[in-house]
């Protein structure tokens, strides 16, 4: 069994920050890429930012420069710093880890439950 487990959502202000974390547990071997999604009410989940293994990042456009994410493999975790929030960040904040649960086993996507992010004007 594995779990991802998000935490720091709330509500902000426009232009202020919140910290989104998210830890992976159970039976985990190994871990490549781990990331945030996003999804706002009636669009399609997005990509927001992913991280490799190594440390490799990649970002929506709409959030370079005012997020970071980053991870601490020996913790299976990975965080999302954000700030500058705008309004039309508002959304539910999806971890996603590409992980195996053991030698031989493919890798596949495994999910959070969600944590909601909503930025006032």
């Known amino acids: 069994q594995v779990q991802l487990v998000e935490s720091g959502g709330g509500l902000v202000q426009a232009g202020g920050s919140l910290r989104l974390s998210c830890a992976a547990s159970?039976?985990?071997?190994?871990?490549?890429?781990m990331g945030w999604y996003r999804q706002a009410p009636g669009k399609q989940r997005e990509l927001v930012a992913a991280?490799?293994?190594?440390?490799?990042?990649n970002y929506a456009d709409s959030v370079k420069g005012r997020f970071t994410i980053s991870r601490d493999n020996a913790k299976n975790t990975v965080y999302l710093q954000m700030n500058s929030l705008k309004p039309e960040d508002t959304a539910v904040y999806y971890c996603?880890?590409?992980?195996?649960?053991?030698w031989g086993r493919g890798f596949r996507d495994y999910w959070g439950q969600g944590t909601q992010v909503t930025v006032s004007s």
């Open positions: 996603n880890s590409d992980l195996t649960t053991g």
């Open positions: 159970g039976s985990i071997f190994s871990i490549n890429a």
């Open positions: 991280i490799t293994s190594g440390g490799s990042t």
